[in-house]
């Protein structure tokens, strides 16, 4: 059964860092591309971030985190990692990692699967 589970968010000061874990089971996570998403509460929700299938890798940054948070992926502990500096009072949010079952970060087809989320509040 295809599990996504995300951990690591907390409360943080404005500026401070964060990082966040995605682990799957039930499937090798360098085979498909892997989104974050966050929704901050009022809001929509919005893609953050994605790093694509394979062993060279392209990854994907909104421009509100883009130079901030950093995507990577560790295959032999088959997670997924946000790092996430800099962190100012508008990336409070529940944030999501997900699947589409796609391996490239083009825009999000229907999302097959989604973790059940991690909260990050940046406040002093």
């Known amino acids: 059964q295809v599990q996504l589970v995300e951990s690591g968010g907390g409360l943080v000061q404005p500026g401070g860092s964060l990082r966040l874990s995605c682990a799957a089971s039930?499937?090798?996570?360098?085979?498909?591309?892997i989104r974050w998403f966050r929704q901050a509460p009022g809001k929509e929700r919005e893609g953050v971030s994605c790093?694509?299938?394979?062993?060279?890798?392209?990854?994907y940054y909104a421009d509100s985190v883009k130079g901030r948070f950093t995507i990577s992926r560790d295959n032999t502990k088959n997670t997924v990692y946000l790092q996430m500096n800099s962190l100012k009072p508008e990336d409070t949010a529940e944030y999501y990692c997900?699947?589409?079952?796609?391996?490239?970060?083009?825009?999000?087809?229907?999302?097959?699967?989604w973790g059940k989320g991690t909260l990050v509040t940046v406040s002093s």
């Open positions: 790093i694509s299938a394979g062993t060279i890798s392209s990854t």
């Open positions: 039930g499937f090798t996570l360098n085979s498909l591309a």
């Open positions: 997900a699947t589409d079952l796609s391996m490239y970060c083009s825009a999000p087809g229907v999302i097959h699967y």
